[in-house]
């Protein structure tokens, strides 16, 4: 029986699907989900969720915090933002990326710049899959 995952953003449901295996990363590390997991809660970070279908395809989604909830064969995610991997707008986070690092590079302990890095990296980690 496949996990059932939702994953879900303040503005709408980004993905919903049956999958093999969800990895996801929380401030703990990263973590994978199969059928039968126990019952599970996390802080999601800014990374890539990695979705295992049962195709043999994997969805990739950039989550820039949030939770992950698991309980009977059910992955719910909630992300303040998320973007499938297909819809990300690489050109976009390529200018996001380098406008963090020239931040960060003006101002070391500048924590706005070091989270916009983060998120750039993550999107474009997700996109480079596609």
């Known amino acids: 029986m496949p996990l059932r995952v939702e994953l879900v953003s303040p503005e709408k449901i980004v ?3 049956d999958a093999d295996l969800v990895i996801a990363r929380t401030t703990d590390g990263e973590i994978g989900f199969q059928p039968g997991h126990v019952p599970f809660v996390g ?3 800014s990374s890539v969720v990695r979705i295992a279908l049962s195709d043999g395809g994997v969805q990739r989604i950039a989550v820039h915090s949030g939770f992950v909830e698991v309980s009977d064969d059910h992955v719910a995610l909630l992300s ?8 990300i707008d690489v ?3 390529k200018k996001a990326l380098q406008n963090a690092q020239e ?4 101002d ?5 710049a070091a989270a916009a890095l983060q998120r750039a ?3 474009l980690e997700a996109a480079s899959n596609n």
């Open 43 to 45: 802080n999601l970070v």
């Open 15 to 17: 993905y919903e699907g």
């Open 103 to 106: 931040s960060i590079n003006s």
């Open 108 to 112: 070391a302990g500048d924590e706005e």
């Open 121 to 123: 990296e993550s999107r």
């Open 91 to 93: 050109d976009r986070a």
């Open 80 to 87: 303040d933002v998320a973007e499938l991997s297909e819809d």
